[in-house]
């Protein structure tokens, strides 16, 4: 298994708070990624990395921001939390961007927005 | 705008018989298509891939059919297991862009013993 750690697994948080999860991999893979899973949607991108301090926005990414100042950490943030961020969001890893390349990911976050 | 789409949320099958879970996709620039495979509170997992030069690839139980004049995948296993109960997801890269992935909805696979 990739050594993919996210935290925490579980939060619940207030409507207007500022949230950040962390993704932590052990593999020295040069691309991350956050998605977020919803019914009816399957897995949606909401910011990806190249490198250290290097990221780019995907297809959700209203409302969230993230950084990567050293390899093995990606953080997602959520500025101000609402109950339409309530989903689980996963990161993922790769080691190229290139087509074919399998992404590997952590086993999720669960935050609920109350 | 789902360009890629799995349009059977559920699908249940007897242990031993087979399992054929589908997906279509409305971009004809996909190169590459993978299936993962995700049990509750775990990660997706990679399954299995096809590339869009071939027609099909097979791993063990498992294989993958790509008809592009249709724009249409499907994962056959065979012969289904209970511990293949989970929910599979298609999905597809942006072209020369590996892990950026475009998922389907999921169909959840319920093998009955």
């Known amino acids: 298994d990739a050594g993919i750690t996210q935290s925490p697994r579980h939060k619940v948080t207030e409507t207007g708070t500022p949230v950040t999860l962390r993704c932590h991999q052990t593999e020295n893979h040069r691309y991350m990624y956050w998605y977020r899973q919803d019914p009816g949607h399957g897995l949606r991108l909401i910011h990806y990395s190249y490198g250290v301090k290097d990221t780019d926005k995907g297809e959700v990414s209203d409302g969230y921001s993230v950084s990567r100042s050293k390899t093995e950490d990606f953080l997602l943030t959520l500025e101000s939390a609402t109950s339409s961020q309530t989903s689980v969001y996963f990161c993922a890893i790769s080691e190229s961007a290139g087509t074919g390349e399998r992404a590997f990911f952590g086993q999720g976050t669960r935050l609920t927005v109350v | 705008d789902q360009q890629v789409k799995q349009n059977s949320p559920s699908l249940s099958v007897q242990e031993g018989r087979i399992s054929i879970l589908n997906c279509d996709y409305t971009n004809s620039m996909f190169d590459y298509f993978l299936w993962y495979k995700k049990y509750p509170a775990e990660g997706p997992t990679f399954l299995i891939s096809i590339s869009s030069i071939k027609d099909k690839n097979e791993d063990g139980r498992f294989t993958v059919f790509l008809n592009k004049s249709a724009k249409h995948l499907s994962l056959h296993i065979v012969p289904s297991q209970p511990g293949d109960s989970a929910v599979y997801f298609c999905?597809?890269?942006?072209?020369?862009?590996?892990?950026?992935?475009?998922f389907g909805q999921g169909t959840e696979l319920s093998v009955k013993p």
């Open positions: 999905a597809a890269p942006k072209r020369n862009q590996g892990g950026k992935l475009i």
